[in-house]
């Protein structure tokens, strides 16, 4: 890819979390959004080789959309699941790490989906070897403690696996 294909990228990138943090569409809030992330994506471009791995179309931005709303739900359902613990007047929690294989082959997708994973409450990737993700979780279930993390990091997975390959 070349360096115009990263700024792109890069670009397209700033410029959707510009819009979407900004309540106006005015002219000014678009053209200061424009100039900001272009200069972002040039100075940026060298430091972001891995960027240019993404691909943008119809398919991909549908996918990404999709994964916006999974990880959405997955925060919220997650967030309740540790606010109960914590307001519970007994602690009982089993802790445990699990191991994930992702099926993603490239480095920003294994990033991607190990942030994901990540910001969700209870969870934390504690490392990443080639296609392992390490993850600790709060609180497992006696039974079959991957089955939890996997259903959720499949969720995630599914639709990164269309972004980022």
Known sequence: MTKYTTSINIFATLFAIWLMLNSSLGLSVVLTG???????????HPLANKYSDIRFNANVILHYFIYLGVFLVELVKSNVQVAKLVISPTIKISPAIIKVTTQLKTPIGRLALSNSITLTPGTLVIDIREDTLFV????????????????TAAKFEKHLKVVYG
């Not at 424009?34 to 940026?44: P, S, V």
């Not at 600790?136 to 259903?151: A, F, G, M, T």
Request: some cysteine; charged content about 20%; overall charge neutral.
């Open 34 to 44: 424009i100039i900001t992330c272009a200069a972002l994506a040039y100075f940026l």
């Open 136 to 151: 600790h979780c709060i609180d497992v279930k006696r039974s079959n403690p991957e089955e939890s993390i996997l259903k």
